[in-house]
């Protein structure tokens, strides 16, 4: 089974100034190929076309794929910038793609302050050594714990190396040779509710009911956020201090608008760079104590190898329209949960189903089955107008996913699918 793996590196100071410069050159060779790009995209829809490949087929691409110039050739013959830059239209190439059939955003450039420093390290020379590895045009790096071994003629796959605002990882994927095991036929069924209030709220066909409590609502993660706004604050403060006095530009818009000039360059001012860095310590930990809960979790969930986990197929960009719960539920990240619960089952050998995106989970009666018009959120607790029945929301929606069966596609349409059950 293909697996990823992250791995701290331990480098020397040398290294770390190497590491820089390489990301650097790999952010440059990323943002060439995206204005390159853009430039030859502007021109053929200005032309009347309208490009949905990188590359047309059966048409000549000379005229609007222009061919990459490598930055060694631009950029002097820099031996760093060959570390990163041998291989720099992958990943741009894997942006661009998911604008023509995804229908994604024209990929942004990737800022110098913003983006996370990270660049691609050559597979085919990567060597596993006694307490590190060699890299090309690396050389050997000592890491915290060892590389996973690997049987003879295999590679690590797609290597990067790259910065949290802490710490050097270096990241990639290889086989464990590690065969997941069948599914169950029979067995247990989990349905899992995923809200703001509690993170999530299980419930098992045995009777096990098992709620997992929302992090971002512990002293500690609030405590985090309190020390996040007050450095954020005082970053600001400390900018303010630094204005001299405004210059009138013309904005993105036409319009003109204001842009501050400094009384020094802010490279130069220590104090609010002490803070930027402590800025990012924090955002790190918050991060990090959020991916920490999520992992554990998804793993106590497909540890106790139920045959199946039901989940709600959250329209999660719908959701983060509502500006109301937008933040909380950006901060939950129950995309991630969603990817995570889907590697786990597979390594644990447990069915993973997705409800139906109309199945009414909230407003079914888990007991009659009897299902209510509306439901507002603000009713934490479900009254069925039925059989009478009063019970906890969540619980009632992770009892009927738990029970949940797919409707035959194609039958009714959605609203009348799920109608009275028997
Ligand atoms: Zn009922």
């Keep these: 089974m293909l697996t990823g793996k992250r791995i701290r590196l331990l480098p020397t100071s040398e290294q ?36 949905r490949e990188i590359h047309p087929r059966g048409r000549d691409t000379s005229t609007y794929h222009p061919r990459f110039e490598n930055p060694r050739a631009i950029n002097g013959s820099a031996k760093w910038a060959a570390t990163s830059s041998n291989r720099p239209s992958r990943t741009p190439t894997g ?67 790259s910065f949290d605002g802490k710490y050097w990882y270096l990241s990639f994927a290889y086989d464990n040779h590690i065969i997941p095991p069948r599914t169950q036929k029979n067995g247990v069924s989990v349905g899992v509710d995923l809200g703001v209030k509690e993170l999530a709220v299980c419930h098992g066909t045995d009777g096990t009911d098992t709620t997992m409590r929302n992090i971002n609502k512990t002293r500690k993660a609030r405590n985090l956020e309190r020390r996040l706004r007050r450095q954020q604050r005082k970053a600001a403060r400390q900018r303010a201090h630094n204005i001299d006095h405004y210059q009138t530009i013309t904005g993105k ?68 329209k509502n500006r109301h719960l937008a933040d909380s539920i950006a901060k939950e990240r129950f995309f991630e949960i969603r990817r995570q619960l889907e590697y786990k089952c597979r390594r644990e050998g447990v069915r993973l189903t997705v409800a139906d995106r109309f199945y009414p989970s909230s407003k079914t009666c888990s007991n009659c089955g009897n299902v209510r018009g509306k439901l507002t959120l603000r009713e934490r607790t479900y009254k069925c107008e039925q059989c009478g029945l009063r019970i906890d929301r969540d619980l009632n929606a992770a009892i009927n996913l738990a029970e949940y069966v797919p409707a035959a596609i194609g039958e009714l349409k959605p609203a009348e699918r799920y109608g009275k059950r028997k």
Excluded at 272 to 293: A, F, P, S, V
Aim: aromatic content about 10%; proline content about 5%; glycine content about 8%.
């Design 16 to 51: 770390e100034t190497l590491f820089r410069k390489s990301a650097g050159a790999a952010r440059w060779a990323y943002n060439h190929y995206i204005d390159m790009q853009k430039e030859t995209y502007t021109r053929y829809v200005a032309s009347g076309g309208k490009r």
């Design 95 to 161: 942006a661009m793609r998911g604008f023509f059939t995804k229908n994604r955003f024209f990929p942004s450039s990737k800022s110098r302050k913003r983006s996370k420093p990270s660049f691609y390290v050559n597979y085919e020379s990567l060597r596993r050594m006694n307490g590190g590895f060699r890299g090309e045009r690396i050389g050997f790096v000592r890491t915290s714990e060892p590389l996973p071994k690997l049987r003879d003629g295999e590679h690590y796959l797609n290597p990067h190396i």
């Design 253 to 320: 818009d036409g319009k003109p608008a204001r842009k501050p000039v400094w009384t020094r360059p802010l490279e130069e001012c220590r104090n609010l760079n002490k803070t930027n860095r402590r800025i990012r310590l924090t955002q790190r930990k918050l991060d990090g104590l959020r991916d920490n809960h999520i992992h554990q979790m998804t793993a106590m969930l497909t540890k106790t190898k139920p045959a199946r986990i039901v989940i709600e197929d959250l329209n999660v960009s719908g959701m983060m």
